[in-house]
């Protein structure tokens, strides 16, 4: 017994010390008390549907989220819009479809099978609107940044003058957050940039916090359910644990060796 | 392989076994006599079974709904994640599983190392383990090109470009490798078949590996021979079977944390981006598991001769037997051993965590001297330590360790005189 808890010991010194090896060269992210960490983490909804809203109305002109359907929009775990919000969503988009019958691409208005739409037709369009820079996928943004969900939440928060002696390029933006400091993306928020159906006063930093709680949702979509399966499964792996010591220890006292 | 003759009582189980003699092999396994001493250190091998087994099954789930095409893979992945059933659920176990399976490898690999398994009469089991952990290396590799994401990209494109250091025809073996002149869908369907192959290989290889350990039997942490069956043995089943079912039910705690609530964390997030050959990440980094021989590799400077060293360090534990020139097995009884045991464990962790950094100024001495220190190691302190170190008196048995120098073994005769 006194052993396995010395190997523990020693797996979580080793994780430890990977991890912050990782972490060595970071700089300090804004932090927020986010709904979606700890055992128990769930999505704050309210904010997942304001997060959806600041997507379409700011991001979505550069941005692609070409993972995600309109239908994961009604989705358990999701912003869980109603069927037919999510439909009439999807329906205020023309999807190009085809070729139909005449051999010919025409438009229709979106379904719920349908991927969101992409703002660009590709990614060299992208570019060529956008000074030589892509625009990102959202859908796994935060997973795809090393600070994660801080990063995105502090990215949108850190564009600042830049300092002293650092001369910026045309179409080149300063961010104490970026890599390097220096983006391509000019600052995307203001104060009271968009007006919140539920009446949320859109602060730069409400906004920050609500669309980085929504593209964890793109980028996780089955974190509620995997949180919830996995308090279960831990508790029923710890009961097992604790029944299979104690038949151990019946079955080695027949022998009298300390097990 | 039996010490004593089996015969099934049932008339139908007597003539299948005498025609095919499973039923033997059946009761080898549950009788097999296995040292009662063994510690907790000893139910990694049972872990590992369960690693390979749930990789496999993860693997071929997976394998179902994967696109190996540099223009589908990272999206099938994403369709795996988002649109199949608890699909997620299967990916992350794959993915937390390779860690899973190189930790307990680790913790296995070690034991072997404290506890000196490796020496005669193991020698044959000691060398399959190096192989099978070659070919794990070689799957976790090319299990990580798969998603294709940047890290996959970029480190298939760092390691395949390794064997570009071999004289003469190194670039001709690159281009080979590749399918073409670069990393590209010719390397990723290759790397899928491969690392669909590879797990069988491993699973052929520890049927070997458990028919040699079967020939002699168990070491133990004494580390003398024993007469089996006998006072210090029990059979496999039910003492070994619900001691390991009881260390993997921990193990498996630990792993379920790492899938349910941080899946991610010992991945890299550049992985989530899609492979781009035209971006380098700022750094590529391998996956913690092969970080201590990628400290090797870039501390030596010159190409060539930092591919030798890795390769070398791996290498060098297949010739362990040999160079390990002691006649007592256990560390327990070897007091100088067991410090240089530790120092060796150190200095493979500071190996892991200079791997992680740039290879640059202090962290890039640090690895050199790490590097030296581990070849010197192998190469140096074991065989001289053999002929130098004054070794402890070793019990006769497990049951009776009257010579007995270690806590374990005093505890167990204080136990013992308090029955009588």
């Given at each position: 017994m006194k052993n396995y808890f010395r190997i523990l010991t020693l797996i979580l010194f080793f994780f430890g010390l990977s991890y912050n090896a990782q972490a060595a060269e970071k700089v300090e992210y804004l932090k927020t008390d986010w709904s979606f960490k700890g055992l128990f983490g769930k999505f704050d909804r309210g904010?997942?549907?304001?997060?959806?809203?600041?997507?379409?109305?700011?991001?979505?002109?550069?941005?692609?989220?070409?993972?995600?359907?309109?239908?994961?929009?009604?989705?358990?775990?999701?912003?869980?819009?109603?069927?037919?919000?999510?439909?009439?969503?999807?329906?205020?988009?023309?999807?190009?479809?085809?070729?139909?019958?005449?051999?010919?691409?025409?438009?229709?208005?979106?379904?719920?099978?349908?991927?969101?739409?992409?703002?660009?037709?590709?990614?060299?369009?992208?570019?060529?609107?956008?000074?030589?820079?892509?625009?990102?996928?959202?859908?796994?943004?935060?997973?795809?940044?090393?600070?994660?969900?801080?990063?995105?939440?502090?990215?949108?928060?850190?564009?600042?003058?830049?300092?002293?002696?650092?001369?910026?390029?045309?179409?080149?933006?300063?961010?104490?957050?970026?890599?390097?400091?220096?983006?391509?993306m000019a600052n995307p928020l203001s104060d009271g940039l968009v007006e919140y159906a539920d009446g949320t006063i859109a602060s730069v930093e409400q906004m920050s916090k609500d669309i980085t709680t929504f593209l964890m949702w793109t980028a996780e979509p089955h974190l509620e359910a995997r949180h919830q399966m996995g308090f279960k499964a831990i508790v029923y792996l710890i009961i097992l644990t604790i029944l299979v010591y104690f038949s151990m220890k019946r079955i080695w006292s027949r022998i009298e060796t300390e097990v | 392989?039996?010490?004593?003759?089996?015969?099934?009582?049932?008339?139908?189980?007597?003539?299948?076994?005498?025609?095919?003699?499973?039923?033997?092999?059946?009761?080898?396994?549950?009788?097999?006599?296995?040292?009662?001493?063994?510690?907790?250190?000893?139910?990694?091998?049972?872990?590992?079974?369960?690693?390979?087994?749930?990789q496999i099954v993860t693997g071929l789930t997976l394998a179902m709904h994967y696109i190996a095409h540099a223009d589908m893979a990272f999206e099938s992945v994403e369709h795996i994640m988002r649109d199949v059933n608890y699909g997620w659920l299967i990916r992350y176990i794959h993915a937390n599983g390779a860690s899973m399976f190189f930790l307990a490898v680790y913790i296995h690999i070690f034991r072997s190392l404290f506890y000196g398994s490796y020496k005669a009469p193991r020698e044959i089991i000691w060398i399959?383990?190096?192989?099978?952990?070659?070919?794990?290396?070689?799957?976790?590799?090319?299990?990580?090109?798969?998603?294709?994401?940047?890290?996959?990209?970029?480190?298939?494109?760092?390691?395949?470009?390794?064997?570009?250091?071999?004289?003469?025809?190194g670039e001709g073996i690159v281009t080979w490798l590749w399918g073409g002149y670069s990393v590209d869908n010719p390397t990723l369907t290759r790397f899928f078949t491969l690392h669909y192959l590879i797990p069988f290989l491993i699973l052929g290889l520890v049927v070997l590996h458990i028919?040699?350990?079967?020939?002699?039997?168990?070491?133990?942490?004494?580390?003398?021979?024993?007469?089996?069956?006998?006072?210090?043995?029990?059979?496999?089943?039910?003492?070994?079977?619900?001691?390991?079912?009881?260390?993997?039910?921990?193990?498996?705690?630990?792993?379920?944390?790492?899938?349910?609530?941080?899946?991610?964390?010992?991945?890299?997030?550049?992985?989530?981006?899609?492979?781009?050959?035209?971006?380098?990440?700022?750094?590529?980094?391998?996956?913690?598991?092969?970080?201590?021989?990628?400290?090797?590799?870039?501390?030596?400077p010159d190409k060539l001769l930092g591919v030798v060293a890795m390769l070398s360090a791996i290498l060098i534990l297949a010739a362990l037997p040999w160079l390990d020139t002691s006649k007592i097995r256990s560390a327990v009884f070897r007091p100088l051993y067991k410090q240089f045991y530790w120092i060796l464990v150190a200095d493979v962790l500071i190996l892991g965590y200079v791997g992680a950094m740039p290879a640059e100024g202090l962290y890039l001495l640090i690895a050199r001297i790490a590097t030296a220190y581990y070849f010197l190691h192998f190469l140096v302190i074991l065989p001289v330590l053999g002929y130098k170190e004054k070794t402890l008196p070793i019990p006769l048995s497990i049951t009776e360790p009257v010579l007995g120098g270690s806590p374990d073994l005093v505890a167990a005769k204080n136990k013992e005189s308090l029955n009588n």
């Open positions: 904010s997942l549907q304001r997060g959806y809203q600041v997507y379409t109305e700011v991001c979505s002109s550069c941005h692609s989220l070409k993972y995600v359907s309109y239908r994961n929009l009604a989705e358990k775990g999701g912003p869980e819009f109603s069927e037919e919000q999510a439909k009439a969503i999807a329906a205020s988009f023309e999807v190009t479809d085809g070729p139909n019958s005449d051999g010919e691409m025409f438009t229709r208005p979106g379904k719920l099978s349908d991927k969101f739409v992409m703002p660009y037709e590709n990614v060299k369009a992208a570019q060529a609107a956008n000074g030589g820079a892509y625009p990102p996928d959202m859908s796994v943004l935060v997973k795809a940044r090393g600070g994660g969900a801080n990063y995105i939440y502090s990215l949108l928060q850190g564009y600042e003058d830049p300092p002293l002696g650092i001369t910026l390029d045309e179409g080149v933006h300063y961010n104490k957050y970026m890599y390097g400091n220096k983006i391509k | 392989m039996s010490d004593h003759e089996y015969t099934p009582k049932s008339k139908v189980g007597k003539w299948f076994n005498d025609r095919l003699p499973l039923l033997t092999l059946a009761n080898h396994l549950t009788d097999y006599p296995t040292p009662k001493n063994l510690n907790y250190w000893w139910t990694f091998g049972g872990i590992l079974t369960f690693c390979l087994i749930t399959i383990g190096i192989i099978i952990y070659l070919l794990m290396m070689a799957a976790a590799f090319m299990g990580y090109v798969l998603p294709w994401g940047q890290m996959s990209f970029w480190g298939a494109t760092v390691i395949t470009n390794l064997f570009s250091a071999i004289p003469l025809v028919w040699a350990l079967h020939v002699p039997g168990n070491n133990n942490p004494v580390g003398i021979d024993i007469k089996k069956p006998s006072k210090d043995t029990v059979p496999f089943h039910p003492y070994i079977v619900i001691k390991d079912g009881f260390a993997l039910l921990m193990f498996m705690i630990v792993f379920a944390f790492f899938v349910f609530y941080t899946p991610n964390i010992l991945g890299h997030a550049d992985n989530y981006i899609e492979a781009d050959p035209l971006v380098t990440p700022a750094h590529i980094v391998p996956e913690w598991y092969l970080l201590p021989f990628y400290a090797i590799l870039r501390s030596v």
